[in-house]
């Protein structure tokens, strides 16, 4: 149930309608708008509340029930579309975003030279994986600790922010302490333990789309995020298991639209887990600006041959700057800019 306030109202008629959600056994999130208070009503059974019980309230412009299983990711609850700034880079805004590096850091000189490459080339923020998640027990699991040293001197550096995957509770704390954007893979987008952890926090978080979920599914995990007041939530969708086999994931270039209309929260692409493949991934990245994506997510290495891990679907400095090229004509014809 999303209630919204009259232009002009009171703390203490606000106070009011919380005071009687409460009285309910619902929580409440407030969406302190410059213009407008926006309340939202939260609980398994709001349904056996009648509207009227609030709508008498005063101060109380209108209520409204959200049928959806999704509240705080939902428009009904934030009209205008969510900004997320992060160390000075605006992510759902005019500029297209793009997050780009490595899969895994492997070693500080192939951090380092991709870093260098990928910001001098216009990408905003470096990616590198720290703790890797691989279906396999066998595989390189990642450098951890000495990644996050790491991916802490390109901050440094280079001047520039970083983002990493976390994959368990236990090292949500260390992980916050060196990486500015904190993110969800699709294997944990509904491990609601970690998000419900990731949601005390005040760092943004990207949660990427499961490999079988459904927007709506997707969004609802978003609302874990959001239920504890952590409002700097990027979406990134990453496509997802169809009978399809030509590519590694289907990548769903509707769900872009699909998000706009029915929630604030901004949305970026990874074409390269999408692709599977380097020769994929620049006519999936121009697709997703094209459809209104707010930023890529994209996986550069400065010589994928050597790779340990995803180095068939990472593009070279050469390529990664050739799209670059390529991206700023796509969004300058959309009306944005890179």
Excluded at 285 to 303: F, Q, S
């Amino acid at each position: 149930m999303i209630i919204e306030m009259s232009r002009g109202a009171t703390k203490d008629q606000v106070d009011h309608v919380v005071e009687r959600a409460h009285s309910f056994g619902f929580e409440v999130q407030l969406n302190l708008g410059t213009e407008k208070t926006v309340v939202a009503i939260l609980g398994s059974d709001t349904g056996k509340v009648q509207t009227d019980a609030f709508a008498v309230l005063p101060g109380v412009q209108s209520v409204t029930r959200v049928m959806k299983p999704y509240k705080l990711a939902s428009r009904e609850f934030h009209s205008k579309p969510s900004k997320i700034n992060v160390s000075g880079v605006e992510i759902g805004g005019q500029r297209v975003v793009i997050m780009a590096g490595p899969c895994a850091v492997e070693s500080e000189k192939q951090l380092m030279e991709t870093a260098r490459a990928v910001k001098e080339c216009g990408a905003a923020i470096v990616r590198g994986g720290a703790f890797k998640p691989r279906t396999s027990p066998f595989s390189f699991q990642g450098l951890e600790e000495d990644a996050l040293k790491m991916l802490v001197k390109v901050k440094s550096d280079f001047d520039i922010p970083v983002i990493t995957e976390v994959l368990d509770i236990e090292n949500v704390e260390l992980i916050a302490k060196h990486a500015d954007i904190l993110q969800v893979g699709a294997r944990n987008m509904q491990n609601f333990a970690l998000l419900k952890r990731l949601s005390k926090l005040r760092h943004p978080i990207l949660l990427k789309r499961g490999l079988s979920a459904t927007i709506a599914e997707w969004l609802t995990a978003a609302d874990y995020l959001l239920a504890e007041g952590n409002r700097r939530v990027i979406l990134c969708e990453r496509g997802v298991r169809t009978f399809e086999d030509s590519v590694r994931f289907s990548l769903d270039i509707s769900s872009i639209p699909v998000i706009k209309r029915f929630s604030h929260l901004p949305i970026i692409v990874d074409p390269s887990h999408a692709a599977g493949h380097f020769a994929y991934v620049p006519s999936i990245a121009k697709a997703a600006i094209a459809a209104g994506a707010d930023g890529l997510l994209i996986e550069v290495h400065p010589n994928p041959q050597e790779a340990l891990i995803d180095g068939l679907q990472s593009l070279t400095i050469p390529d990664f700057k050739r799209l670059m090229t390529e991206l700023r004509t796509i969004a300058e014809a959309v009306g944005r800019v890179i």
